[in-house]
């Protein structure tokens, strides 16, 4: 079984219902956290629990936001425990075509790893 992100008929990332629902929890902690909506709701499919629609717009704003944050965090275990979740964050928005405004850094070489191991 696997889950899909879809902006409309596109799918994004079509990951395992695993890796899906823990990329779902830390979305919440980060919209919490940011106090900033994601843009990621449920799909088309209202009933189906494996269909994710993403707003771009509102996800540009969340993952910029994001970046923000985790480019202004100075403490260890805060960049330790958010970097794979912003990682694929961006690589995520990169493929809705959302510009992120990391290139050349680290978090950016991360992001293209996360981005070679996501399914599409």
Known sequence: ???YFDIGDETLWNPSNGAGRLFLGQVKVF???LDLPSGIGRGKHWGDPGTVEVD???YAEF???LVAWYCRANHSVILALSEGFV???VALARR???ETGVPGSGLDTR???MARCMAG
């Open 31 to 33: 919209e919490a956290e």
């Open 63 to 65: 993952v910029r936001g």
């Open 96 to 98: 809705a075509g959302i």
């Open 1 to 3: 079984m696997s889950m």
């Open 56 to 58: 771009p717009a509102r």
């Open 111 to 113: 992001a293209r790893e």
């Open 87 to 89: 990682a694929t964050a």
